[in-house]
């Protein structure tokens, strides 16, 4: 029998949404109580990524508590906020290093609130970790620089785990950590056990990959921490509702997750500009749950059987039948 799946969701698509050409947003700005509240309305929404130190902070986590229990709404995930206008330069990878100790701060202090909430996974995006021009980074430096404070994050707290969600642009042109392998080669050179990937769909379409086998991949090493459901298109980081693009892909990668036991939180990182922001959650929720249904229909055995010939039509007629049987 499947498991029961727990749903999350970023705080930030109940933001105004704003991007670099509609500076107030598309939507009014919300505080956390009425982002907590929104999200407690929300069918099928069992939790919430948030982050440190905008959402949360030292000193008003006892109200991020009760928010949480007051409206339902589990909080699945703490991320460190290190990649605003102070951390232009990079955080764990720049060269100052009061900058970068002030991101290792928070990142520390992230742990800490995820802990004190009662959550074990602390995300960690390096947005500003990456360069624009060439010779403009020092590549040997700033990757010790990363490694380094990774690692000492890692000590902080044994007991919560860290996220690393790999992007391969945006803000920068490039990130450092830009991919699910070069983050899980990080992920051995330090050696940490609380040291793992989060697998976004839409950060793995940057990069011409395949969700499913990066999921894979990431499991077989120990790595998957975390996954991050939406759609793109490939070129950007679009953040469309869940299932509305690459259906086939999402079968697949709900298929592998159940494969190698993936047993986490379901998170989605949507950013709805202009459709109607609890709509859009509902839907993906409904898509993954319905997307789920047909991957839990498929059977192992047969569908390995067919891959063995490596002929895709093998595994196209059968994947068909469970599909379309209903229209014949």
């Given at each position: ?10 705080i930030?698509?109940l933001t105004?949404t704003?991007d ?19 999200a407690?309305?929300i ?5 919430l ?6 959402v ?6 006892k109200?991020?508590?009760?928010l949480?229990?007051?409206t ?5 995930a ?19 290093p009061?900058?970068r100790?002030?991101a290792?701060?928070?990142m520390?202090t992230t ?6 909430i ?13 360069f ?15 490694r ?10 044994p ?11 945006e803000?920068?042109g ?16 330090i ?7 989060t ?8 990069n011409?990959?395949?969700?499913a086998?990066v999921a894979?991949?990431?499991a077989k090493?120990?790595?998957?921490f ?8 490939g ?5 469309l ?11 697949e990668?709900l298929y ?12 989605f990182d ?11 959650v509902?839907l ?5 749950r ?24 093998a ?11 209903h229209i014949?």
């Amino acid at each position: 029998m499947a498991r029961e799946v727990s749903y999350t969701l970023g705080i930030w698509a109940l933001t105004a949404t704003v991007d670099r050409f509609c500076w107030d947003g598309y939507r009014d700005h919300l505080d956390t109580r009425s982002q907590f509240e929104i999200a407690g309305s929300i069918e099928g929404l069992d939790g919430l990524i948030i982050q440190c130190p905008n959402v949360v902070n030292t000193d008003n986590v006892k109200e991020i508590k009760a928010l949480a229990e007051g409206t339902g709404i589990r909080v699945s995930a703490v991320d460190a906020n290190i990649f605003q206008k102070e951390f232009k330069w990079g955080a764990l990878s720049n060269a100052d290093p009061k900058v970068r100790r002030q991101a290792i701060d928070t990142m520390k202090t992230t742990m800490d609130l995820a802990a004190e909430i009662g959550c074990n996974n602390a995300g960690m995006w390096l947005g500003q970790d990456g360069f624009d021009y060439p010779f403009q980074e020092n590549y040997l430096e700033a990757w010790e620089r990363i490694r380094d404070s990774v690692a000492e994050c890692a000590d902080h707290n044994p007991k919560v785990n860290i996220c690393i969600e790999p992007k391969a642009a945006e803000p920068r042109g490039f990130l450092f950590l830009g991919s699910a392998g070069r983050t899980t080669a990080l992920c051995y050179e330090i050696g940490k056990d609380n040291v793992g990937v989060t697998c976004d769909m839409g950060h793995v379409y940057m990069n011409r990959g395949n969700p499913a086998e990066v999921a894979t991949y990431l499991a077989k090493q120990g790595k998957l921490f975390s996954v991050h459901f939406n759609d793109a298109r490939g070129f950007f980081d679009d953040d469309l509702m869940a299932g509305t693009v690459h259906i086939w892909d999402t079968i697949e990668f709900l298929y592998y997750l159940e494969q190698v036991g993936y047993a986490g939180w379901y998170g989605f990182d949507i950013f709805p500009y202009r459709e109607d922001l609890k709509r859009c959650v509902e839907l993906s929720i409904r898509n993954i749950r319905d997307l789920r249904a047909i991957a839990l229909k498929i059977d192992p055995k047969e569908l390995q059987r067919r891959q063995a010939s490596g002929d895709a039509l093998a595994s196209q007629e059968y994947l068909r039948d469970l599909l379309f049987a209903h229209i014949r």
